[in-house]
């Protein structure tokens, strides 16, 4: 990885994504992840239906302000559910379904999300706020909601603006019609697909955006030495093509001395316009073993290896 490059730690897990985990876990993970050096931190009311923001908030608590960028994100409001009867939540994330969340990209929308996410962080701003996942709403995110983003910005509730994604050309048209300052872009430019680099990355580079480069390991399919069939890629079944694909550029990677997770982590920070790479972690160790991998990237005659056997 490059030494400009960040390190940034992915809190989905820290709202329970897949599985339990409990708090004090979660504040050691986040402390493992500052000890290594890490200061950008990304998260959103969507993971753990706010739990992850609640607790980010109490693990930074005390740490110098100025030291660490936190984003988050807006568009899904967080309602309270009073026909809740002990369910949990359906959208995997391991807590209990007590509220709702309701797409809502307008003025007043955007400005309720932000401030909701800003009690929960225990934040007065936050540094980063992204319109989340605006796909099947772009009209309505991109000409009421990223304006109702830059107020907020001239009021100082926010640092940077931008949107993060799955969908590169969501991501694009942003970039080209909104000027923000920043994109996080999810599973889109990995080893095992990099339709970002066609275009987003392109745009992002000639208009000064930064990129925050997440899901580098598709969701967990690039996150082992060697790749299984029982591990999700982009968070459902992975097909077997993608997984005989996974496990070829693993056999490439063992041949060269090295791991798939760790060419994974150098290839997502290969790219000007990649300011961070962010990665989730549920544990201490997962936090401090991607550390250790991002400090320590691939011989070089990987990546020819890699495009002569067909793979990248």
Not at 48 to 71: C, I, K, M, W
Not at 223 to 242: C, F, I, K, N, Q
Request: aromatic residues 6%; charged residues 20%.
């Amino acid at each position: 990885m490059s030494p400009a490059v960040r390190l940034g730690l992915g809190c989905a897990q820290l709202g329970n994504l897949y599985h339990e985990i409990d708090d004090e876990r979660a504040h050691a993970t986040v402390d493992a992840a500052w000890d290594a050096g890490v200061r950008v931190f990304d998260t959103a009311p969507h993971y753990g239906l706010g739990l992850s923001e609640r607790r980010l908030g109490e693990a930074l608590r005390g740490r110098p302000r100025d030291q660490y960028t936190v984003s988050t994100k807006v568009g899904r409001l967080l309602v309270g559910d009073p026909a809740w009867s002990g369910g949990q939540d359906t959208e995997g994330f391991a807590v209990p379904a007590t509220h709702r969340r309701v797409w809502d990209f307008s003025r007043d929308g955007i400005r309720r999300c932000l401030e909701a996410s800003l009690a929960r962080l225990g934040l007065d701003r936050v540094d980063v706020a992204l319109l989340h996942d605006p796909e099947e709403h772009q009209e309505v995110a991109l000409r009421a909601g990223f304006p109702a983003l830059a107020r907020l910005r001239e009021e100082g509730l926010v640092g940077a603006i931008g949107a993060g994604s799955k969908d590169a050309a969501v991501l694009t048209r942003l970039v080209e019609e909104c000027a923000p300052d920043v994109v996080l872009v999810a599973g889109r430019f990995t080893l095992l697909e990099q339709p970002a680099r066609e275009t987003l990355l392109p745009a992002c580079a000639a208009a000064g955006v930064e990129v925050f480069n997440a899901g580098v390991f598709n969701s967990g399919l690039l996150a082992v030495d060697e790749p299984s069939a029982d591990l999700p890629y982009e968070y459902g079944p992975a097909p077997a093509a993608v997984v005989a694909r996974a496990r070829a550029i693993a056999a490439v990677c063992a041949r060269h001395g090295t791991t798939l997770p760790a060419a994974a982590l150098a290839f997502a920070a290969d790219d000007p316009a990649v300011t961070a790479v962010v990665v989730g972690a549920d544990s201490p160790e997962q936090v401090r073993r991607n550390a250790a991998l991002a400090a320590a990237p691939p011989p070089a005659a990987l990546w020819p290896a890699l495009r002569e056997a067909g793979l990248l």
